[in-house]
Nanobody
Framework: QVQLVESGGGLVQPGGSLRLSCTASGINVNMNVMGWYRQSPGKQRELVARIDSNGTPNYADSVKGRFTTSRDNAKNTVYLQMNSLKPEDTANHYC??????????????WGRGTQVTVSL
């Protein structure tokens, strides 16, 4: 059974930093594409960052230069380091795993999310 558990959200002032963690069980984070998504009320869930099995990251334009995703294979955990946070970064942040491939199909797994609030 695949489980993804996020942690690290909270309230931070504009310009501050947070580090989100996503610990996986049932899969290996270094063998799958691991992503971070966010959703705020009234908006669609959007991709923030992801890291593939080769360790190559990519980012949404809105967070490039501010956010960094990484992974610790020994801890089976993926991270999202968020710097220079802005009020528009306020959202519930979700960890995602895309398991499989084009031949056997891809199954998406989601964590329950962790809330990030950027406010004075």
């Amino acid at each position: 059974q695949v489980q993804l558990v996020e942690s690290g959200g909270g309230l931070v002032q504009p310009g501050g930093s947070l580090r989100l963690s996503c610990t996986a069980s049932g899969i290996n984070v270094n063998m799958n594409v691991m992503g971070w998504y966010r959703q705020s009320p009234g908006k669609q869930r959007e991709l923030v960052a992801r890291i593939d099995s080769n360790g190559t990251p990519n980012y949404a334009d809105s967070v490039k230069g501010r956010f960094t995703t990484s992974r610790d294979n020994a801890k089976n955990t993926v991270y999202l380091q968020m710097n220079s946070l802005k009020p528009e970064d306020t959202a519930n942040h979700y960890c995602n795993a895309a398991v499989g491939n084009a031949w056997v199909g891809i199954t998406l797994y989601w964590g329950r999310g962790t809330q990030v609030t950027v406010s004075l």
